[in-house]
């Protein structure tokens, strides 16, 4: 079991990954802020993702805020892996996400995940989310100069439209655009084929509908049967099948999970399968 079967990507021509990632969300506390109730399993589950062959591991400032990107840097050698973080947004104790587009702000916390990481420099830095009291275009210009003074190696974006994308790519090269998408939730379908028309890696947030995949949960369900697998697994496998630039970055605070999560790696899914989940 693990990720070969996945193969691999280029992120930003240079970066060579495994397709399917590792989401280091869910290792925080409750509502994603705080500690979890056990930082050992936690770090567990991450050096069990690397052992699997997982290289791509995604986290951001704000989930704990700083506690994923701590626990990242203990359980495993960064350096030794694809970090993917995040900027741009704010927490509070209540759990709200609240967007900061600030250059300032993203400045001084692409500094701060750099110390908690333990890196001379950020693999792949994505602003969070665009802010709608800053200037989307002065956001990513701080990202750009980011990259400019050696600080971060390539930049991505998240939860963006096709313009947006468009506007980005005048100021710096966009290597990743992270946005929601799953079966039942197709939305950003538009982005997606940008990403593909570029070469640009496209990593579905959100990729298993948090179990809730609507109208496409008893298609998926059959399928799973006729595999002997789970319809999470079958979902990721549609993932990895659906787009050639697609990164998913299932997230658990499990090591089973994980396991079952990287085994979808392995399911080949036939194109009458695939058809009808896309149907």
């Known amino acids: 079991m693990g990720t070969d079967a996945s193969d691999t990507f280029d992120i930003g021509g240079e970066l060579t990954v495994h397709r399917l990632g590792f989401g280091a969300m869910r290792l925080c506390g409750p509502d994603i802020v705080g500690p979890p109730d056990d930082e050992a399993e936690a770090?567990?589950?991450?050096?069990?993702?690397?052992?699997?062959?997982?290289?791509?591991?995604?986290?951001?400032?704000?989930y704990g805020p700083g506690v994923s990107e701590r626990l990242i840097r203990e359980a495993i050698d960064p350096s030794e892996i694809v970090v993917a973080t995040k900027g741009?947004?704010?927490?509070?104790?209540?759990?709200?996400?609240?967007?900061?587009?600030?250059?300032?702000?993203?400045?001084?916390?692409?500094?701060?995940?750099?110390?908690?990481?333990?890196?001379?420099?950020?693999?792949?830095?994505?602003?969070?989310?665009?802010?709608?009291?800053?200037?989307?275009?002065?956001?990513?210009?701080?990202?750009?100069?980011?990259?400019d003074e050696g600080l971060v190696d390539h930049v991505g974006l998240s939860n963006v439209s096709v313009e947006q994308l468009e506007t980005a790519r005048e100021i710096v090269e966009v290597a990743t655009v992270q946005n929601q998408y799953h079966p039942a939730d197709r939305d950003a379908a538009d982005v997606l084929a940008a990403c593909e028309e570029y070469d640009i890696g496209f990593i579905p947030w959100f990729p298993l509908g948090a179990g809730d995949l609507g109208g496409k949960a008893g298609v998926i369900d059959e399928i799973a049967e006729h595999h002997d697998a789970t319809p999470q697994q079958v979902t990721l496998a549609w993932h990895l099948q659906h787009s050639p630039v697609t990164l998913p970055i299932p997230g658990t605070s499990s090591v089973a999970h994980l396991e079952a999560n990287v085994a979808a790696a392995d399911l080949d899914l036939t194109d009458e399968e695939l058809a009808r989940i896309g149907e």
Do not use: C, M
Request: cysteine-free; proline content about 6%.
């Open 88 to 147: 741009g947004l704010l927490r509070n104790r209540d759990g709200d996400w609240l967007p900061h587009g600030d250059p300032d702000y993203i400045r001084n916390q692409a500094l701060v995940s750099r110390d908690r990481l333990g890196v001379d420099s950020i693999d792949l830095y994505q602003f969070h989310r665009p802010d709608p009291d800053t200037p989307f275009e002065d956001s990513v210009t701080a990202f750009a100069e980011l990259k």
């Open 43 to 62: 770090r567990g589950v991450l050096q069990r993702a690397v052992e699997l062959g997982v290289d791509l591991v995604d986290t951001a400032d704000s």
